[in-house]
């Protein structure tokens, strides 16, 4: 050892070099496009039916949000829900469109409804 130090002096020691960072912790992944197209979707193939319009516009509304957040890469999962429902649900409400164009246009070429319609306009 060496001789300059005195005899109950232990040695110096240098302090171990410091671990390498990890860096900042990754963000969390953003869902908000992707809830909102499948809330969406599923909201409007549940309206579709009854009330057409909705369906078909929150179908568009939840295609548009589903296909952006993909693209964003959101959760693949909710996104994909949110683009099958909102299809779904524009397909669901033109068929349920055509269904009831179908049925008023059986319901005013009925004979009965004419002969009660006629009934009615004499009766003024």
């Known amino acids: 050892m060496s001789e300059n130090l005195p005899e109950n002096t232990p040695p110096a020691y240098t302090a171990p070099p410091a671990a390498p960072g990890y860096g900042a912790a990754p963000a969390p992944e953003s869902k908000g ?72 246009g059986a319901a005013l070429s009925d004979p009965e409804l004419q002969q009660q319609l006629q009934e009615l306009e004499n009766a003024q």
């Open 33 to 104: 496009l992707a809830l909102s197209s499948m809330i969406v979707g599923i909201v409007s193939l549940v309206l579709a039916w009854p009330i057409s319009i909705v369906g078909i516009i929150g179908g568009i509304v939840a295609l548009i949000l589903g296909i952006i957040g993909r693209k964003k890469g959101q959760s693949k999962g909710m996104t994909l829900t949110g683009i099958i429902t909102g299809a779904l649900a524009i397909v669901l409400a033109v068929i349920a469109m055509i269904v009831v164009a179908m049925i008023i």
